[in-house]
């Protein structure tokens, strides 16, 4: 890769960021398109300070991960309507000096989802009510049939239930809900706990899908469960890379090579299985 006057930068936001792979991904789509820009990981407890920065160097485009997906909003001139009622932007683009706000996560889990069965006919339980559980519950919002929500913290699951116009039930009494789709969002399998799964098996009594979107390790807990009992199963990759296009497209106006995407993911993501 080439660096000169003219490179233009992005990047990602967040804390932690040690084992992010959206540099590996960013960078190799970038270089697939023959397009001069370099994205970093900007590892940072200063929001307010990314902003400054995002308009002063400039940096052209921002990844927004964990915590500032919510806390960013408050910083940003503008918020596409998706992300203003997810009530999270993990997307920042920067046009002549405006911060423009976008949510891919929802779209990414809705299109990991779609072609695998009939939405519409099925309901889903939906693990977790944190950041990533809100995206995919509003994408899933009226595309499901009934969507309950199972949580460790009562309070949350409610709050979320509350926006979503669904069921919730404590996180132990996931086992009850009868659920064609099961979805996980919490962090419970990811490296480096990858023995553990969120629910118990009997909670895939009545599911014939089950996505986790854990990408680390590829296959979860969660995951190996499913599968010994004949579900079809979505790994936590397809949202990641399919999020991760939405940005690209977003940022360069330009149709996301998500094949070099991939290769750079499975490269990146290396002997961790
Ligand atoms: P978050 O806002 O912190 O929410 C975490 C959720 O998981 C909360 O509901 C929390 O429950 C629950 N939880 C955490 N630890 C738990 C435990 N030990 N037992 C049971 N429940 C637990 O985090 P997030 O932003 O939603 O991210 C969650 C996961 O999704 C992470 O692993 C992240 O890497 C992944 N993710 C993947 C993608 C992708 O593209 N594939 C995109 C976004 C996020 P309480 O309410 O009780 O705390």
Wanted: charged residues 20%.
């Amino acid at each position: 890769m080439k660096i000169d006057a003219r490179t233009s930068l992005y990047g990602i936001m967040g804390k932690p960021l040690g084992h992010t792979l959206s540099p590996a991904v960013h960078n190799a789509a970038f270089a697939s398109c023959g397009i001069n820009a370099v994205y970093l990981a900007f590892e940072t407890l200063h929001p307010p300070g990314c902003r400054e920065a995002a308009r002063a160097l400039p940096i052209k485009g921002l990844s927004v991960t964990i915590p500032y997906k919510s806390r960013i909003l408050g910083h940003l001139d503008s918020v596409e309507a998706t992300a203003a009622e997810i009530g999270a932007v993990n997307t920042v683009a920067n046009r002549g000096g405006a911060l423009h706000g976008f949510n891919t996560d929802a779209g990414a889990a809705l299109k990991a989802l779609e072609g695998r069965m009939d939405l519409e006919r099925t309901s889903c339980l939906l693990l977790g009510a944190g950041g990533a559980a809100r995206a995919v519950g509003f994408a899933l919002r009226g595309r499901c049939a009934e969507i309950t929500i199972a949580n460790r913290t009562g309070d949350r699951a409610a709050e979320l239930a509350g926006a979503l116009g669904c069921r919730w039930t404590p996180l132990p009494d996931a086992a009850g809900v009868r659920a064609g789709l099961v979805i996980n969002t919490t962090p419970v399998g990811m490296h480096p706990e990858t023995g553990r799964s969120p629910v118990p098996v009997k909670a895939l009594e009545y599911a014939s899908v089950v996505m986790d979107i854990i990408y680390r390790p590829r296959r979860t807990a969660l995951l190996n469960l499913a599968e010994r009992v004949g579900c079809v199963t979505i790994a936590g990759e397809e949202m990641f890379l399919n999020q991760a296009a939405a940005q690209f497209s977003i940022w360069t106006g330009l149709e996301a090579p998500v094949l070099e995407m991939k290769t750079a993911f499975d490269q990146a993501v290396g002997g961790i299985k």
